[in-house]
Structure formats: C-alpha cells, structure tokens
C-alpha cells in the first residue's frame, strides 16, 4: 500500500486494517470509546447503590442480577427475532441509544432528589437487555466488516482495545467518581454509547439477507451447537471455565483484603497495571495462531486463563510478596484470556452460517453467561460453608479441568479458520 505524497509514514502507527478498512475503522473507534464507558461504569453503578443509596449485600446482589438476569430471558428470542428481522446495525444504534438513556435517567433523578433503587434496578435490567440486543448483533455485523481470512487481526484489534479499557477504565471510574460523585460519573458511559451509536450510523456494511422464513425458530440456534462438534466442544469449555471463574471472582476481593490484608486503593492499582497482560496477549495472539494453529491457540487460552490464578490461594508472606503473587495471576491470566476470545471468537465467525448466526450467538450467550451468576452464587455458597481459600482452589482447579472438553474434539487438529458449516 502506498503512502499519499507529502503524507507521513503511518505503518508503525495505526494498524493496517484501520488504515485500509474505513468501515471497520469506524466501528472500532467507537467500540474502544463505550468500552472505556462500560468501565467507568462498572466502578460508578455499584458505588451509586453503596454510597448515595445505602444499598446493603442483599441489595448490590440483586442490583447485578438485575443486570445479569436478561442474558437468561431474552438471548434466545432476540437471536430469533434479529435472524428473522436484519438490519443488525440498526439495531445496534438502537440499543446504545436505549441504553445512553437508562444510564442517564440515573444522574437526572439524582439532580432532583428523587433516585430510588428500584430505578437503578431498572436501569440495570434495562441496559442488560438492549446489551442481550447489541451482542447478539455484533456476531453478524463483525462478519459484514471484515474479509475472513482477517478475523483473527480485527479481533485482536477488538479485543486489544477492551484489554486497554482495563488498564484506564477503573482508574478514570474512580478518579470521577471522587470528583463529580458516583450518578453524574454515570454520564460518561452514557456519552460513550452515544459515540458508538454515531460511528455505527457512518458505516454502510453489506449485511446478508434476513432469513424471514426460518428466524422465528427459537430452537435452531440450540439444535446448530448440539450437531456442531467444534461449537459444542467451546461452549462446554467456555462455559465451564466461566462458572468457576465466577466461584473464584465471588470471593477474591473479599479473600485479598480480609485475609491477605491488602488495601483496596493498592489493590486496585495492582489489578490495573496487571491488566497490561492482557494488551499483550491481544497483541501475540494473531503468532501464536499462525505457529501452532487457531485450535491449538484456543486450548492454550483456555488453560492459560484459569491455571495462574493458583497463586492467588498460594500468596503468603510479607506484603511486597503477596502483591507480586497477585500481579503475577491477574497479569499471565488476562494474556489467556485474550488468546482464548480472540480464537473462539475467529472460530465461530468463521464456522457459522450468516442464515442462523444471531440464533446461535443468542443460545451460545444463554448458557456461556446465564451460568456466570449461579457461579457466583456457589461461591458465596461455598466460601460461607468450606472458607475462602478451599473454594479458591475449588474454583482454579476446576476451571483448568474445562480445557479437557477440547482433547475429543476436532479443534485440536484445527491449523486453520474452519470452512463455513451448513446450518
């Protein structure tokens, strides 16, 4: 590709997929600015419960099942009904307008003095179903963007902007939340879904057509996992790798403070600069695919992931020690976790008939995240019954043990994008 006269080079800069794909380019700057939002949120929302609201336990537990529980409701019916409607980024703009606006409701109310939980509760059930809308979509729009024989380099570039998110989101969440309070650091992520909602108006994609006589069939999605080895073999894995890992995640902050003595502020500095693991793993993953194969590639995130969080039952001694032990697993765990998304997330864009993909996203959501709250509901469970620190090693050893879904299955000797399956 040649450089325009009198222009500088660009290569070392901005990758070249930006550079050459306007559509894809857009997308992805507003994609990486509502990531950012999402984290800042994920600081501010529970604070607003916790510190203008009062919120007690009970009460943040159902504020994140409220946020949670659309995943179980809706994934199923939304796949059907966006298969059977189309316009897949139309519907996308709609739920981050959707979603701008319940985020907001919370710092108006606040304004006038009239905020309830009962309103953040909704809010959350209300940005977790147009949520359930917008990643059901996702799956389709992605394909619509990207030639595939790049998926595994616009997925990098995705996911590498979410790693990142992790690195400055919580910082910036907290940073606000200090400065402005914790509802009116809610506008953030609302202006954050207005970008991504205007970068998706400027794109004009080719979707495929809408398969208005077979979307309707809710069970389709499901019977397509049941028949495909390669997406049942990842679902399982997935799927269980994400349930102990919400056993763990139940239980780690509480077991880092209260039992490793660490404080929160120094935690939270500790998980942030460790996040940069994963930025490099978005960053190796396209090599590490080429080397020893996208199949291989996804049976090592799925190991790497989960296995470095043994050291956070293993942390002792003094404190410069335990940080190091803490860095060490959330550091090595976030460069698994991007290998693991970025080669399932290739595989299945690849594998999937556009005619069923939003069907198949929809099932495949039900189950990855619907066992991501009854995870941490064994945990609390668990934890109260056996103590923090067994269901720590529960949880580690038994997230290791979801890779084993993979060794029967044909994603071991997968070098390649598999070719597409007839649904």
Request: include cysteine; proline fraction near 6%.
């Amino acid at each position: 590709m040649t450089v325009e006269a009198g222009a500088a080079p660009r290569s070392g800069l901005v990758p070249r997929l930006l550079r050459e794909n306007r559509d894809f380019r857009g997308f992805f700057t507003g994609q990486a600015i509502s990531l950012v939002g999402d984290q800042v949120t994920l600081i501010a929302l529970p604070l607003v419960g916790v510190l203008v609201l009062h919120a007690g336990a009970a009460q943040m537990g159902f504020l994140t099942t409220a946020e949670l529980l659309p995943n179980l409701l809706f994934a199923l019916h939304a796949g059907a009904w966006i298969d059977r409607r189309g316009r897949r980024r139309q519907v996308m703009i709609v739920a981050d307008l959707g979603r701008a606006a319940a985020l907001a409701s919370i710092p108006i109310a606040y304004a006038f003095d009239a905020l309830t939980l009962t309103q953040l509760y909704v809010a959350g059930f209300v940005s977790g179903t147009l949520s359930v809308l917008f990643y059901v979509s996702y799956s389709t729009l992605f394909v619509s963007l990207v030639p595939r024989e790049r998926y595994v380099e616009a997925n990098s570039l995705l996911h590498g902007s979410r790693a990142l998110s992790f690195v400055g989101g919580p910082s910036l969440g907290g940073f606000l939340v200090q400065l402005l309070s914790a509802p009116v650091t809610l506008v953030t992520d609302a202006v954050s879904f207005l970008v991504s909602a205007f970068s998706l108006s400027r794109i004009s994609p080719v979707e495929p057509p809408a398969d208005a006589e077979g979307g309707g069939r809710l069970a389709a999605g499901a019977r397509y996992i049941l028949g495909s080895p390669i997406v049942r073999a990842s679902l399982l894995a997935t799927a269980t790798i994400n349930f102990f890992n919400f056993v763990f995640w139940a239980l780690f902050i509480l077991y880092a403070t209260r039992s490793l003595h660490v404080r929160p502020g120094l935690l939270g500095l500790v998980l942030g600069a460790a996040s940069l693991g994963g930025v490099i793993g978005s960053l190796l993953t396209g090599r590490i695919s080429r080397r020893i194969g996208i199949g291989p590639a996804f049976a090592l995130g799925c190991v790497v992931f989960p296995a470095p969080l043994v050291l956070v039952p293993l942390a002792g001694g003094p404190e410069w020690a335990v940080l190091g032990f803490l860095f060490l697993a959330e550091f090595l765990s976030g460069f698994g976790v991007m290998i693991l998304d970025i080669s399932v997330g290739s595989i299945r864009a690849a594998l999937i008939p556009d005619s069923v993909r939003a069907r198949v996203t929809g099932a495949y959501l039900l189950v990855n995240y619907g066992v991501r709250p009854v995870g941490a509901f064994t945990g609390g469970l668990l934890g109260s019954q056996l103590g923090l620190r067994p269901t720590l090693w529960i949880a580690t050893v038994g997230a290791i043990a979801g890779a084993l879904w993979l060794l029967p299955s044909p994603i071991m000797r997968l070098r390649e994008l598999p070719e597409i399956e007839v649904a």
